[in-house]
């Protein structure tokens, strides 16, 4: 399994939680799989860049919290969605903002100028190296701003098992090119959602914003399968996990969705 964080994030999500539990890399390890993380160029431990940029030092706390559905801000403390399983300890929440990591490479602190085909390559070219490594093809695993290299990747490579994208910023339109390669390709896929959509607080302009991009998710399901292809989307509230933000790997069930995701596998990832 190759590991591909999101946004202001590096491979240390997939490490850990705010408060300290295990990560999904051991978990994952624990059932088997051979685990990989990547920290995308310009990210984390590869943040070194010929490239220039500007880290903004704009307060950034209520973004994370409406942008990805914990909750709110307020007057300096954490207030989460009801039945929210964010730790939401302050060790815990002091935590989480620790584990922001900056894009050196980028100019926009809202992502504007990201290199998706950069990622997508190095990200292809990771995969590579464990298909040499393991003699197995791998199941890329996605969060959040990586489901999109993690979509072009497949471009580059023809050593992907199988997609499993968190939350993605949406999925590729039928008529493009990351579609048609997929399909092509016939590499099986699910995509995961949480809580707070359809129930979102509808004054916030992050609400609308997830329905939207999921809604590219159910559209993609629906014509990847009307060609032989094989994609889920699931709805964690649909199968009675409720609570989920964002980042439902490092939330106090992420060993309920873990053991969902590897259910999948082991139903349609032929490695």
Request: hydrophobic share 35%.
């Amino acid at each position: 399994m190759v590991f591909l964080h999101g946004y202001g994030q590096s491979r240390m999500g997939w490490m850990t939680t705010p408060d300290g539990r295990e990560g999904w890399s051991d978990m994952f390890l624990r059932m088997g799989h051979s685990v990989f993380l990547i920290d995308q160029p310009h990210r984390g431990e590869a943040g070194a860049t010929s490239v220039s940029g500007t880290i903004s030092t704009t307060t950034l706390d209520q973004r994370w919290y409406t942008q990805f559905r914990i909750g709110r801000w307020e007057n300096g403390e954490s207030v989460v969605n009801e039945g929210s399983q964010f730790p939401n300890d302050p060790e815990s929440v002091d935590q989480f903002f620790r584990q922001m990591t900056p894009d050196t490479g980028m100019t926009s602190d809202m992502g504007a100028d990201f290199d998706n085909d950069l990622v997508a390559q190095a990200v292809a070219a990771a995969i590579d190296e464990v298909s040499e490594r393991t003699g197995q093809n791998a199941i890329l695993v996605t969060h959040s701003q990586g489901g999109g290299p993690g979509w072009t990747a497949a471009q580059y490579t023809d050593h992907i098992a199988a997609i499993v994208a968190i939350e993605p910023g949406g999925a590729p339109a039928a008529d493009s090119t990351d579609f048609q390669v997929l399909a092509e390709k016939n590499i099986p896929i699910t995509m995961y959602f949480g809580d707070y959509i359809d129930n979102g607080d509808p004054a916030i302009q992050a609400t609308g914003m997830w329905q939207a991009m999921r809604q590219t998710c159910y559209d993609f399901e629906e014509a990847y399968n009307e060609q032989g292809g094989n994609c889920t989307v699931v709805d964690l509230p649909e199968e009675g996990i409720t609570g989920n933000d964002h980042f439902m790997f490092q939330d106090l069930n992420n060993d309920v969705i873990a053991d969902h995701v590897q259910s999948w596998i082991e139903e349609n990832a032929a490695l």
